[in-house]
Protein backbone atom coordinates (compact mmCIF):
# COMPACT_ATOMS: atom_id res chain seq x y z
CA UNK A 1 0.00 0.00 0.00
CA UNK A 2 1.25 3.22 -0.77
CA UNK A 3 0.46 6.00 1.67
CA UNK A 4 0.80 9.73 1.36
CA UNK A 5 1.20 11.36 5.12
CA UNK A 6 0.63 14.82 5.61
CA UNK A 7 1.66 16.09 9.24
CA UNK A 8 4.00 17.39 11.34
CA UNK A 9 7.31 15.92 10.98
CA UNK A 10 9.73 17.74 13.71
CA UNK A 11 11.95 15.30 16.21
CA UNK A 12 9.02 15.16 19.28
CA UNK A 13 5.72 14.80 17.24
CA UNK A 14 4.01 11.74 17.00
CA UNK A 15 3.87 11.20 13.32
CA UNK A 16 7.26 10.30 13.30
CA UNK A 17 6.66 7.25 14.82
CA UNK A 18 3.45 6.82 13.23
CA UNK A 19 5.05 7.02 10.04
CA UNK A 20 7.83 4.11 11.17
CA UNK A 21 5.33 1.81 12.37
CA UNK A 22 3.17 2.71 8.85
CA UNK A 23 6.56 1.85 7.30
CA UNK A 24 7.08 -1.48 9.23
CA UNK A 25 3.90 -3.15 8.52
CA UNK A 26 5.30 -2.77 4.79
CA UNK A 27 3.54 0.27 3.32
CA UNK A 28 5.50 2.55 1.76
CA UNK A 29 4.80 6.42 2.95
CA UNK A 30 5.80 9.23 1.09
CA UNK A 31 5.90 12.05 4.35
CA UNK A 32 5.05 15.69 3.30
CA UNK A 33 5.03 17.89 6.78
CA UNK A 34 2.75 20.87 5.87
CA UNK A 35 3.76 23.33 8.21
CA UNK A 36 7.22 22.85 6.26
CA UNK A 37 5.58 23.01 2.74
CA UNK A 38 2.98 25.13 1.74
CA UNK A 39 0.63 22.69 0.37
CA UNK A 40 -2.23 23.94 -1.71
CA UNK A 41 -5.09 21.63 -3.12
CA UNK A 42 -3.52 22.26 -7.03
CA UNK A 43 -0.18 21.31 -5.45
CA UNK A 44 -1.38 18.15 -3.86
CA UNK A 45 -3.52 17.00 -7.07
CA UNK A 46 -0.34 17.45 -8.53
CA UNK A 47 1.31 15.40 -6.29
CA UNK A 48 -1.24 12.76 -5.92
CA UNK A 49 -1.12 12.21 -9.84
CA UNK A 50 2.73 12.24 -9.83
CA UNK A 51 2.66 9.75 -7.05
CA UNK A 52 -0.85 7.38 -7.28
CA UNK A 53 -1.45 6.78 -3.64
CA UNK A 54 -3.57 3.90 -2.06
CA UNK A 55 -4.38 6.34 0.62
CA UNK A 56 -3.53 9.90 1.64
CA UNK A 57 -3.44 10.35 5.38
CA UNK A 58 -4.19 13.76 7.12
CA UNK A 59 -3.16 14.16 10.51
CA UNK A 60 -5.16 16.95 11.61
CA UNK A 61 -3.87 19.64 9.64
CA UNK A 62 -5.95 22.32 11.20
CA UNK A 63 -3.63 24.72 8.97
CA UNK A 64 -4.89 23.34 5.91
CA UNK A 65 -7.93 24.27 3.60
CA UNK A 66 -10.78 22.11 3.47
CA UNK A 67 -10.81 21.79 0.22
CA UNK A 68 -7.25 19.48 -0.22
CA UNK A 69 -9.33 16.71 1.22
CA UNK A 70 -11.26 16.17 -1.87
CA UNK A 71 -8.46 16.89 -4.77
CA UNK A 72 -6.76 13.28 -3.95
CA UNK A 73 -8.43 11.45 -7.41
CA UNK A 74 -8.69 7.92 -6.82
CA UNK A 75 -6.95 7.42 -2.96
CA UNK A 76 -8.79 6.81 0.22
CA UNK A 77 -8.69 10.03 2.40
CA UNK A 78 -8.09 9.44 5.99
CA UNK A 79 -8.50 12.08 8.72
CA UNK A 80 -6.71 11.20 11.78
CA UNK A 81 -8.05 13.53 14.52
CA UNK A 82 -6.48 13.24 17.98
CA UNK A 83 -7.62 16.33 19.75
CA UNK A 84 -10.58 16.69 22.14
CA UNK A 85 -13.62 19.13 20.98
CA UNK A 86 -11.94 22.13 21.42
CA UNK A 87 -11.02 25.23 19.80
CA UNK A 88 -9.28 23.56 16.79
CA UNK A 89 -12.75 21.39 15.93
CA UNK A 90 -14.46 23.94 13.83
CA UNK A 91 -11.81 23.45 11.09
CA UNK A 92 -11.61 20.13 11.86
CA UNK A 93 -15.19 19.37 10.66
CA UNK A 94 -15.05 20.40 7.90
CA UNK A 95 -11.93 18.14 6.85
CA UNK A 96 -14.00 15.24 8.49
CA UNK A 97 -16.99 15.62 6.51
CA UNK A 98 -14.90 15.41 3.16
CA UNK A 99 -13.10 12.06 4.48
CA UNK A 100 -13.11 9.01 3.45
CA UNK A 101 -13.01 7.70 7.12
CA UNK A 102 -12.16 9.42 10.27
CA UNK A 103 -10.54 8.11 13.27
CA UNK A 104 -10.67 10.01 16.88
CA UNK A 105 -8.40 9.30 19.25
CA UNK A 106 -10.90 11.21 22.28
CA UNK A 107 -14.07 9.51 22.78
CA UNK A 108 -15.74 12.74 23.28
CA UNK A 109 -14.59 13.87 19.61
CA UNK A 110 -15.22 10.59 18.19
CA UNK A 111 -19.51 10.87 19.70
CA UNK A 112 -19.60 14.19 18.19
CA UNK A 113 -17.89 13.30 14.88
CA UNK A 114 -20.12 10.31 14.07
CA UNK A 115 -23.17 12.28 14.16
CA UNK A 116 -22.05 13.49 10.55
CA UNK A 117 -19.40 11.93 8.65
CA UNK A 118 -18.08 7.59 8.94
CA UNK A 119 -16.02 8.28 13.12
CA UNK A 120 -14.22 5.79 14.45
CA UNK A 121 -13.02 5.57 17.74
CA UNK A 122 -8.91 5.00 18.02
CA UNK A 123 -6.15 4.54 20.55
CA UNK A 124 -3.55 6.70 19.78
CA UNK A 125 -1.10 4.03 21.60
CA UNK A 126 2.94 4.78 22.64
CA UNK A 127 5.76 4.09 20.61
CA UNK A 128 7.08 1.09 21.56
CA UNK A 129 10.93 2.30 20.63
CA UNK A 130 11.05 5.03 23.49
CA UNK A 131 8.38 4.26 25.81
CA UNK A 132 9.43 1.22 27.81
CA UNK A 133 10.91 0.09 31.14
CA UNK A 134 13.88 2.11 32.67
CA UNK A 135 15.99 1.24 35.46
CA UNK A 136 15.53 3.97 37.73
CA UNK A 137 15.03 5.62 41.26
CA UNK A 138 12.35 7.32 42.38
CA UNK A 139 13.03 10.43 42.81
CA UNK A 140 9.58 12.01 42.82
CA UNK A 141 6.62 11.41 45.13
CA UNK A 142 3.81 12.39 42.55
CA UNK A 143 4.25 13.95 38.91
CA UNK A 144 2.40 15.47 36.04
CA UNK A 145 3.71 16.09 32.81
CA UNK A 146 1.39 18.03 30.22
CA UNK A 147 0.35 22.23 30.30
CA UNK A 148 -1.60 23.50 33.19
CA UNK A 149 -5.18 24.35 31.37
CA UNK A 150 -8.15 24.10 32.37
CA UNK A 151 -8.37 23.45 35.74
CA UNK A 152 -4.98 21.78 36.22
CA UNK A 153 -3.50 24.90 37.76
CA UNK A 154 -6.04 24.27 40.58
CA UNK A 155 -4.33 20.78 41.50
CA UNK A 156 -0.41 22.18 41.28
CA UNK A 157 0.36 22.41 44.73
CA UNK A 158 -0.41 17.94 44.57
CA UNK A 159 2.36 17.62 42.45
CA UNK A 160 5.77 18.02 40.90
CA UNK A 161 4.77 19.83 37.17
CA UNK A 162 7.71 18.06 34.86
CA UNK A 163 7.76 19.80 31.72
CA UNK A 164 10.08 19.24 28.42
CA UNK A 165 9.88 15.72 29.03
CA UNK A 166 9.70 14.10 25.54
CA UNK A 167 10.82 10.66 24.31
CA UNK A 168 13.64 8.80 26.51
CA UNK A 169 13.31 11.79 28.94
CA UNK A 170 9.76 11.17 29.21
CA UNK A 171 9.93 7.54 29.88
CA UNK A 172 12.71 7.90 32.61
CA UNK A 173 10.39 10.65 34.31
CA UNK A 174 7.50 8.08 34.53
CA UNK A 175 10.24 5.50 35.61
CA UNK A 176 11.44 8.19 38.42
CA UNK A 177 7.84 8.85 39.71
CA UNK A 178 5.95 6.71 42.30
CA UNK A 179 2.66 8.26 41.15
CA UNK A 180 2.10 9.67 37.73
CA UNK A 181 -1.30 11.92 37.31
CA UNK A 182 -3.24 12.28 34.33
CA UNK A 183 -5.55 14.65 33.76
CA UNK A 184 -8.44 13.70 31.25
CA UNK A 185 -11.36 16.01 27.99
CA UNK A 186 -13.21 13.92 27.00
CA UNK A 187 -11.32 10.77 26.61
CA UNK A 188 -7.45 9.18 27.00
CA UNK A 189 -4.80 11.37 25.30
CA UNK A 190 -1.51 9.14 24.65
CA UNK A 191 -0.31 10.14 27.63
CA UNK A 192 -1.92 7.48 29.46
CA UNK A 193 -0.79 5.15 27.29
CA UNK A 194 2.92 6.35 27.69
CA UNK A 195 2.64 6.10 30.98
CA UNK A 196 1.63 2.85 31.43
CA UNK A 197 3.77 1.52 28.72
CA UNK A 198 7.28 3.21 30.24
CA UNK A 199 6.01 0.71 33.42
CA UNK A 200 4.43 3.77 35.45
CA UNK A 201 1.42 3.79 38.20
CA UNK A 202 -0.90 5.78 36.69
CA UNK A 203 -3.66 7.69 38.58
CA UNK A 204 -5.98 9.47 36.63
CA UNK A 205 -9.37 11.30 35.94
CA UNK A 206 -12.13 8.78 34.68
CA UNK A 207 -12.67 9.31 30.99
CA UNK A 208 -15.91 7.76 28.88
CA UNK A 209 -15.77 4.14 28.17
CA UNK A 210 -12.31 3.66 30.30
CA UNK A 211 -13.79 0.08 31.49
CA UNK A 212 -13.95 -1.23 28.07
CA UNK A 213 -9.82 -0.80 28.16
CA UNK A 214 -8.66 -1.14 31.36
CA UNK A 215 -10.29 -1.84 34.96
CA UNK A 216 -10.21 0.60 38.13
CA UNK A 217 -8.13 -0.57 40.86
CA UNK A 218 -6.75 -3.25 38.66
CA UNK A 219 -4.83 -1.51 35.73
CA UNK A 220 -4.81 2.14 36.75
CA UNK A 221 -6.46 3.72 39.42
CA UNK A 222 -8.71 6.92 39.17
CA UNK A 223 -9.52 10.45 41.30
CA UNK A 224 -12.68 12.71 41.53
CA UNK A 225 -11.49 15.74 42.95
CA UNK A 226 -9.06 17.72 44.55
CA UNK A 227 -10.12 16.03 48.12
CA UNK A 228 -10.11 12.67 46.45
CA UNK A 229 -6.35 13.29 44.77
CA UNK A 230 -5.39 14.06 48.04
CA UNK A 231 -6.64 11.15 50.21
CA UNK A 232 -5.69 8.57 47.09
CA UNK A 233 -2.11 10.05 46.88
CA UNK A 234 -1.54 9.45 50.35
CA UNK A 235 -3.13 5.82 50.00
CA UNK A 236 -0.75 5.04 47.19
CA UNK A 237 2.00 6.30 48.89
CA UNK A 238 1.43 4.28 51.41
CA UNK A 239 0.31 0.53 50.21
CA UNK A 240 3.70 0.52 47.43
CA UNK A 241 3.18 -3.07 47.03
CA UNK A 242 -0.38 -2.43 45.72
CA UNK A 243 1.01 0.10 43.33
CA UNK A 244 3.52 -1.50 41.85
CA UNK A 245 0.92 -4.46 41.55
CA UNK A 246 -1.41 -2.13 39.50
CA UNK A 247 1.56 -0.44 37.54
CA UNK A 248 2.86 -4.09 36.24
CA UNK A 249 -0.89 -4.92 35.24
CA UNK A 250 -1.56 -1.69 33.75
CA UNK A 251 1.80 -2.37 31.32
CA UNK A 252 0.76 -5.66 30.06
CA UNK A 253 -2.78 -4.28 29.93
CA UNK A 254 -1.70 -1.86 27.60
CA UNK A 255 0.85 -3.21 25.41
CA UNK A 256 -2.14 -4.26 22.42
CA UNK A 257 -2.52 -0.43 21.87
CA UNK A 258 0.94 0.08 20.68
CA UNK A 259 2.24 2.17 17.79
CA UNK A 260 1.94 -0.98 15.29
CA UNK A 261 -1.76 -1.79 16.07
CA UNK A 262 -2.63 2.46 15.22
CA UNK A 263 -0.89 1.87 11.72
CA UNK A 264 -2.71 -1.74 10.73
CA UNK A 265 -6.08 -0.24 12.09
CA UNK A 266 -5.38 3.36 9.71
CA UNK A 267 -3.88 0.69 6.61
CA UNK A 268 -6.48 -2.22 7.05
CA UNK A 269 -9.98 -0.45 7.92
CA UNK A 270 -9.47 2.66 5.58
CA UNK A 271 -9.62 0.29 2.17
Known amino acids: MKILFLGVFSP ?7 YQALERIGCEVFAVDFRENHVTPSGLAAQCKVWNPD ?9 LDHEVMDVCGGAR ?3 WYMDPVNGNWAPAVEKMKLADVVYCNIWDAYEAAKEFCNAHHLHEGFDPLVDRLRMQDHFYDVTFMGGLHGNRAEYADC ?6 RYGDDHARAVAASKINLNFTNGGASDRVYKIMAAGGFLLTEYWP ?4 DFWQGDD ?3 FE ?4 LIEKIAYYLKYEDERKTIAANGYLKVQKFNRTAWAKRIAEDAI
Open 220 to 222: LAT
Open 209 to 212: HMED
Open 55 to 63: LVLFSKCNE
Open 77 to 79: TVY
Open 12 to 18: RSTNVSQ
Open 225 to 228: GKED
Open 159 to 164: FEHLTG
